[in-house]
């Protein structure tokens, strides 16, 4: 089993930053992908980043690609994803995820909201 706690979500200006972050805890996250993905209200769950936490590989989606990062602190078992130059399409509620491979993911956090007013 693996826990996922994401904080950091909020009300933000278009063109503002925000800072999430996932706090995790359970199996030997070593053995993990870690990733981000996104719901807005009515749309399907989209995938934003990913990164393995043994060699920090990482991989992002289109619309967030040079305004997104993700990045991981070993020592604090936790994931972090920095947005800037964010816009109302960014607006949506952030999961954080953990997976065996880079396309599957078993465990969820419960998601943090992320509002960009125009």
């Known amino acids: 089993q693996v826990q996922l706690v994401e904080s950091g979500g909020g009300l933000v200006q278009a063109g503002g930053s925000l800072r999430l972050s996932c706090a995790a805890s359970?199996?030997?996250?070593?053995?993990?992908?870690m990733g981000w993905f996104r719901q807005a209200p009515g749309k399907e769950r989209e995938f934003v980043a990913r990164?393995?936490?043994?060699?920090?590989?990482?991989a992002y989606a289109d619309s967030v690609k040079g305004r997104f990062t993700i990045s991981r602190d070993n020592a604090k078992n936790t994931v972090y994803l920095q947005m800037s130059s964010l816009n109302p399409e960014d607006t949506a509620v952030y999961y954080c995820?953990?997976?065996?491979?880079?396309?599957?993911?078993?465990?969820y956090g419960q998601g943090t909201q992320v509002t960009v007013s125009s």
């Open positions: 995820a953990a997976g065996s491979t880079p396309y599957f993911y078993r465990y």
């Open positions: 359970g199996r030997t996250l070593s053995d993990y992908v």
């Open positions: 990164i393995s936490w043994s060699a920090g590989n990482t």
